[in-house]
Each structure stands twice: as C-alpha cells, then as structure tokens.
C-alpha cells in the first residue's frame, strides 16, 4: 500500500507536460499490446492494419 501512495505522490507532482508524455506512453503501449495480441491469434497483416485505423 505504502508504494502505491508513493506513485500516486510522483504522479501527482508530474508537471501537464510530463502527465501528457505519460498518457502517450500508455497509449503507445495499450496500442503495441493490441497489435501483439492480434498477432497471436493468427490476423493477418490486412486484418491488423484495419484494426488500428478503426480506432
């Protein structure tokens, strides 16, 4: 508990700028999960290429 107090102080002291570097930073990587899963399951190039640009 006590080191999720102590992210949740850092995130707090994040200036706007370092909070949208870190929203795009876990954009990015929710984006290369998707992909990577999408990969696993046997999609084809088309298939995935389809999946990023619906969202």
Same mark, same amino acid.
């Given at each position: 508990?006590? &080191? @999720?107090? #102590?992210?949740? =102080?850092? @995130?707090? +002291? /994040? %200036?706007? &700028?370092?909070?949208?570097?870190?929203?795009?930073?876990?954009? =990015? #990587?929710?984006?290369? +999960?998707? /992909?990577?899963?999408? +990969? $696993?399951?046997?999609? %084809?190039?088309?298939? @995935?290429?389809?999946? $990023? &640009? #619906?969202?």
């Amino acid at each position: 508990m006590d &080191r @999720i107090q #102590s992210i949740e =102080r850092q @995130i707090k +002291a /994040l %200036s706007p &700028r370092e909070l949208e570097e870190l929203r795009l930073w876990f954009d =990015r #990587s929710y984006a290369v +999960a998707r /992909l990577q899963g999408a +990969a $696993t399951v046997g999609m %084809s190039t088309d298939e @995935i290429m389809v999946l $990023t &640009r #619906s969202e």
